[in-house]
């Protein structure tokens, strides 16, 4: 898992970077989470380093229990308190935070990163690639049960192929394109 730990880092760096160099409109664009701009989506991302695990459950309290009713109350909040420098701040000293989804595991934080890393890059047009050994850890695990489960995405009698990379999941009707737009497709994003 070591190798994973340097791929969350790496992608967290690329964020950063990218981020720094947004043009201060572009944190008001829209993205590719429904409902969320740039600054909102960075705002989630940075929640748990943050959100100390009380001030967590406090939150999660807040929100009966309801962790998206959460998270979208307080990306909306932060979005707003927090400027833009101080939101790519908490990305950049974040790169090597030890934060893992519960139950997600390392495996899980890197493909939250990846994916909302795309949800913002995508949305504005960026062309950013993210490398294919990232996305070769991140797509095996957006077709878990729970994964799926969590997307509402129905594989079935569907054969998805990277024609980037040659990954190949399930069988029947072939939907191909890239890894990063199968990464898309598999988390419901439309540009995917």
């Not at 309290?61 to 927090?82: E, H, I, Q, V, W």
């Not at 390392?106 to 909302?116: F, K």
């Not at 960026?126 to 489960?149: E, F, I, Q, Y």
Request: hydrophobic share 45%.
């Amino acid at each position: 898992m070591d190798g994973i730990g340097e791929m969350i880092a790496g992608q967290r760096g690329e964020l950063a970077q990218v981020l720094a160099g947004l043009p201060a409109a572009s944190w008001d664009a829209p993205t590719l989470c429904d409902g969320w701009r740039v600054r909102e989506v960075v705002a989630h991302i940075t929640m748990p380093f943050r959100y100390s695990g009380r001030r967590f459950m406090l939150e999660l309290a807040k929100s009966r229990g309801n962790f998206n009713a959460m998270a979208d109350r307080c990306a909306r909040r932060d979005a707003a308190a927090l400027s833009a420098a101080e939101l790519t701040e908490a990305v950049r000293s974040n790169a090597d935070h030890p934060w893992q989804p519960p139950g997600g595991g390392q495996l899980g934080a890197l493909t939250h990163d990846v994916i909302h890393t795309l949800d913002i890059t995508e949305a504005l047009g960026l062309g950013l690639r993210v490398p294919a050994d990232r996305l070769g850890v991140v797509l095996p695990n957006l077709v878990t049960p729970r994964s799926l489960k969590f997307f509402g995405t129905d594989l079935a009698g569907m054969q998805l192929r990277a024609s980037d990379t040659g990954w190949v999941f399930g069988s029947g009707q072939l939907v191909a394109g890239t890894a990063q737009d199968l990464a898309l497709l598999l988390c419901g994003r439309s540009a995917g």
